[in-house]
């Protein structure tokens, strides 16, 4: 598959799976973890369809930020293991969870990111140190969290305070992502975003050819829509000349 194939559509289907479009060809669908809850599934649905409008969700960025919602999820909910007890159609998911642990082995090296410069100045920008706290109730040592005043602040630096006070209701690890996914989303359309001391500069020749991307997919979807409904017409004359019949 293209890594720059246009992605049109997603949804969740009834296996808890999200699911990417081509037009009306399946492109891929990736399992959501199963403690996921509806608000954050549609919140993540949200984002993607916000890629589809403005005519940016490719293949492989739909791959990139479901593996930041899958992390995100599971820094929550802990990494979901197969069913031990199933053997013989269980190689190719087990094959799986061992190219899976590589990727999460390589994805902590990168400070819980894909490795991209944005993830990794984020990172930076909003980690504070708060204490770890063991079963026994006492201090053991500190560990890495999001502080949310440093990602509002982002957010408002780059005019999305809204959408960043729209996700309040979000554990602040699922904040950061969303956070992230936006401002990539805001890069990849030539829009200037600014990060503590790192500025990624408007790019107005970029800005250009997702306007013309655009234009060209609302001219094919409304010659779509003029094909669908000619065909419907032409059913419902077919249908009507058989009852005349």
């Given at each position: 598959m293209n890594k720059n194939t246009r992605i049109t559509r997603v949804a969740v289907n009834k296996d808890n799976?999200?699911?990417a479009y081509s037009g009306r060809t399946k492109i891929e669908a990736y399992l959501i973890h199963s403690k996921a809850t509806k608000q954050e599934i549609a919140e993540f649905i949200k984002s993607l369809e916000g890629e589809i409008k403005q005519d940016t969700l490719t293949f492989d960025l739909f791959g990139e930020l479901f593996d930041d919602?899958?992390?995100a999820l599971s820094e929550d909910y802990g990494y979901e293991d197969a069913d031990s007890e199933d053997s013989e159609d269980?190689?190719?998911e087990k094959k799986s969870m061992c190219i899976n642990a590589d990727y999460k082995a390589k994805y902590a090296q990168n400070n819980d990111s894909c490795g991209d410069e944005l993830a990794n100045v984020l990172h930076e920008v909003v980690t504070v140190q708060v204490p770890k706290i063991g079963k026994d109730g006492k201090q053991r040592g500190t560990k890495d969290s999001c502080c949310d005043?440093?990602?509002e602040k982002i957010a408002k630096d780059n005019g999305i305070l809204d959408r960043f006070h729209s996700w309040g209701n979000l554990n602040i690890g699922h904040i950061r992502m969303v956070l992230r996914n936006t401002l990539f989303a805001m890069i990849n359309r030539g829009e200037k975003v600014v990060v503590g001391?790192?500025?990624w500069k408007e790019n107005k020749k970029l800005q250009q050819e997702v306007a013309e991307r655009k234009k060209k997919s609302a001219k094919k979807f409304a010659?779509?829509?003029k094909k669908s409904a000619k065909k419907d017409n032409k059913v419902k004359k077919?249908?009507?000349s058989k009852k005349a019949a």
């Open positions: 799976e999200v699911v919602f899958d992390d269980d190689e190719e005043k440093a990602m001391k790192k500025v010659d779509l829509k077919n249908k009507k």
